[in-house]
């Protein structure tokens, strides 16, 4: 099986501008997450995509968003761009596992896109 | 709320030295419990899991057990090699938060020879 796929794997961009970063998951994943990864802030949860609907969200501005396809691929879009936006953009897609208390996830990560804001 | 902890680096080591990584969590449910690696300009990869207590993860020489009593899922390999040099992240994954995972803060490794 192919493994998550995301492009581009690197884009340079100016302060104010958008950027949209695409993902495609691992075949028969529905489910795909978005995680910035800076130095100092380390991996931090962007959102996640279940069948299309946004399941869960984390704490950021909402100039940045995502969405889903009907195929599973996953875009994240950032508008206005700013210089603290530079970072690695991880996108991951799951594997529901059965555990003690019922069912959760294990994820699969692509190479990641890196961003760099100028 | 869920969360993990994870010694803070960096760690250096010899070529053939012990390796622990400590990982402690909280979690409000019964979580599953992984450990991910790094490599220098590559995303996350898995490297081991455990979904149950006393469970024993392990892959490519490394082990964790998944120890409820003292929550807590320590990595470590009995020898490691300059090709280990990486990131590890713990992490976990609640069934009461759905998908969300939660991962610790990242733990640098630097094997010499």
């Known amino acids: 099986k192919a493994g998550v796929t995301q492009t581009p794997r690197y884009l340079i961009k100016t302060r104010g501008q958008q950027v949209t970063l695409s993902c495609s998951p691992i075949?028969?994943?529905?489910?795909v997450s978005w995680y910035q990864q800076t130095p100092g802030q380390g991996l931090q949860f962007l959102f996640e995509y279940f069948s299309e609907t946004q399941r869960n969200k984390g704490n950021f501005p909402g100039r940045f968003s995502g969405r889903q396809f009907s195929n599973s691929r996953s875009e994240m879009n950032v508008s206005t761009l700013e210089l603290g936006d530079s970072a690695l953009y991880l996108c991951?897609?799951?594997?529901?596992?059965?555990?003690?208390?019922?069912?959760?996830?294990?994820?699969?990560f692509g190479p990641g896109t890196r961003l760099t804001v100028t | 709320g869920d969360s993990v902890t994870q010694m803070e680096g960096p760690v250096t080591l010899s070529e053939e030295a012990f390796l622990t990584i400590n990982c402690t969590y909280t979690a409000t449910g019964y979580p599953s419990l992984f450990w991910y690696v790094q490599y220098p300009g590559e995303g996350l990869q898995l490297l081991l899991k455990a979904t149950k207590a006393d469970d024993k993860g392990s892959n490519k020489g490394f082990e964790a057990t998944y120890r409820k009593e003292t929550t807590s899922f320590h990595l470590e390999k009995g020898s490691v090699q300059v090709s280990d040099s990486a990131v590890y992240f713990c992490a976990l994954s609640d069934w009461n938060t759905g998908n969300q995972f939660y991962f610790g803060t990242g733990t640098s490794l630097t094997v010499i020879p």
């Open positions: 991951a897609s799951s594997l529901p596992i059965y555990g003690l208390a019922g069912h959760s996830y294990e994820q699969y």
């Open positions: 075949s028969g994943h529905r489910s």
